[in-house]
């Protein structure tokens, strides 16, 4: 998990596989440096293959930017604990946290560069989800 | 319906014993057509809330029921915390304290609302809805404790022929069909522990 302080779009990363989700920050950070607050999340609470709203929620806030934070995640589980942990963040910081229809990896290293260009979380989340459509 | 404080520990040693007890049973259902992990998830998520009591069961119903939820949120992992989770929850957030039998004809439909919004899915999809819908017409059709378990289990088969639509086994197509989903499994046993546990109160 890592951080960066800029009034930027946060991206958080959300993979089943703590390696896919920690492999996708490290692209992010090659293509924007620390242009961009960037947390990762992968795993059950046990440390199994899976995802976790506390992992969630805790990266959220590594992530927190003022502009928002745009979610990027891998299948089913990972979308849905996502929503959850959305769904569980004080009221002011919830309708600024966006999970993305996107790749995890294409997705979050786009969004991160729409992001580093200093775009707001709409045109982040939809640079993301178009790239693909 | 009201519960005791007995009545309520029995209730949620009931519940959790029979997702525990059934783990490897939910597991291989799962690894069948899914990633595997829903005995060991659900287990866990079950394991949590037993390790609340006895201080759960001091709570008042609707107040243990939302515990309950936010536990399986936090631990269960999957699509299925947050599933099962909402549902207990939301159940919480509409009983009364003191509830009637329609008081729970109507949480219900509530809590499984709840649960076709954060899956974004309806019953006829493969997944634990299929059992929690018509569960629910039985039980807001008046049917007595016997006939919502009945109805349980036979939802829960009902699932075999199904094609998944949402969910990891969707990503099989037509190979989802032959297979009892999962999800609508654990549902089954939970609903089938309750109503066994609380079956005077179910039919009084």
Known sequence: MSSSSSGNVGIVIVSHSPKIAEGAADMVRQMVGSAVPLAWTGGDVDGGLGTNVAGILAAIETAWSPAGVAILVDLGGAETNSEMAVEMLAEDRRARVVVCNAPVVEGAVIAATESSGGSPLAAVKRSAEEFYA | ?204
């Open chain 2, 1 to 204: 319906m009201s519960l005791d404080r007995e009545a309520r520990e029995r209730l949620v040693r009931a519940l959790a014993r029979s997702v525990i007890e059934h783990a490897d049973e939910l597991t291989s259902l799962d690894q069948a057509i899914g990633d595997g992990d829903h005995g060991l998830n659900m287990k866990r998520g079950f394991e949590a809330v037993l390790a609340a009591l006895p201080d759960l069961a001091d709570k008042s119903l609707p107040e243990m029921l939302k515990v309950i939820g936010m536990t399986l949120v936090m631990k269960v992992g999957g699509a299925s915390g947050p599933l099962v989770g909402t549902f207990f929850m939301e159940l919480g957030k509409a009983l009364p304290e003191q509830s009637t039998r329609a008081d729970l004809v109507a949480a219900t439909e509530k809590a499984i609302n709840a649960v076709k919004v954060r899956g974004r899915s309806e019953a006829g999809q493969k997944t634990l809805l299929d059992v929690l819908v018509p569960v629910q017409a039985v039980l807001a059709g008046g049917g007595d404790a016997k006939a919502i378990a009945a109805e349980a289990v036979q939802a829960a088969d009902r699932t075999i022929p199904m094609l998944a639509i949402r969910g990891r086994a969707s990503f099989l197509g037509e190979r989802s069909v032959g297979h009892m989903d999962p999800g609508s499994r654990s549902a089954s046993l939970l609903i089938r522990a309750a109503v066994e546990t609380l079956e005077s109160e179910v039919d009084s």
